[in-house]
């Protein structure tokens, strides 16, 4: 199963991410979480990187392209996979389609942007898992510890109030058309097309995923 999770900052992309992956084995391919290890590791690619998220901004189609690609072509990929904050701009979907990459479904999590700025004041995150827990919404079963390794939760850097505005812009800007885009091929039949309401207490929106995928 080849899905493609589509939505804002702060939609909830990262935590239905973990749990499908838990569901259906596929491992989450999330473009954010590469390149804040690429950070990490003080790579010249994290560095270039890190200038751009910590304004908010989108780092260049051609490096994140790559990124994927090479990705997807790794061995436990071949059954399907999560694309977690990817594509995000039309020449991201259109080199998809163009190196034949298929997807299944394209899953839109649709929540307002007022929302948005109150979730992502609470959340806090395990890098080395990806798992995202809120301080009210999703809380970790002992206070900012991670629940299955104990590591201290952190903020990521981009979660400053004034950076998710910006972010929410470059989203409205460069990514919601891609819900036209993925519309439009499932009209084509070349995929399947949901829409969800990522308001929903975040159970609630895993048994919709559930119902919907099967
Ligand atoms: P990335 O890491 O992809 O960030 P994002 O898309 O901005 O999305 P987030 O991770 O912030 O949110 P999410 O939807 O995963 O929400 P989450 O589940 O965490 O990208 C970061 C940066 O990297 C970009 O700004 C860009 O610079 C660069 N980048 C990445 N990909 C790129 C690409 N393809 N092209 C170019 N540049 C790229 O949930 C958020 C909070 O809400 C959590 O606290 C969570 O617990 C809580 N929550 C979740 N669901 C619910 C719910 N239903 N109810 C209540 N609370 C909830
Ligand atoms: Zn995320």
């Not at 079963?141 to 590591?151: A, H, I, L, N």
């Amino acid at each position: 199963m080849r899905i493609i999770l589509l939505g804002a900052p702060g939609a909830g992309k990262g935590t239905q991410a973990q749990f499908l992956m838990g569901k259906y084995g596929i491992p989450q391919i999330s473009t954010g979480d590469m390149l804040r290890s690429a950070i990490k590791a003080g790579t010249e690619l994290g560095m270039a990187a890190k200038r751009v998220m910590d304004e908010g901004k989108l780092v260049s189609d051609d490096i994140i392209i790559g990124l994927v690609k090479e990705r997807i072509a790794q061995d436990d990929c071949k059954d399907g996979f999560l694309l977690d904050g990817f594509p995000r701009t039309i020449p991201q979907a259109d080199a998809m389609k163009d190196a034949g990459i298929v997807i299944d479904h394209v899953i839109e999590f649709d929540v307002p942007d007022d929302v948005i700025v109150e979730r992502m004041g609470g959340r806090r995150v395990h890098p080395a898992s990806g798992r995202v827990y809120h301080v009210v919404y999703n809380p970790p079963e002992v206070e900012g510890k991670d629940d299955v390794t104990g590591d201290e939760l952190i903020i990521r850097d981009d979660d400053k109030e004034e950076t998710v505005r910006k972010r929410l812009g470059v989203y409205h800007e460069q990514t919601k058309p891609l819900v036209n885009y993925y519309s439009e091929e499932a009209s084509k039949g070349n995929c399947e097309y949901h829409k969800l309401d990522g308001t929903q207490p975040v159970e609630q929106v895993s048994r919709q995923l559930s119902e919907l995928l099967g």
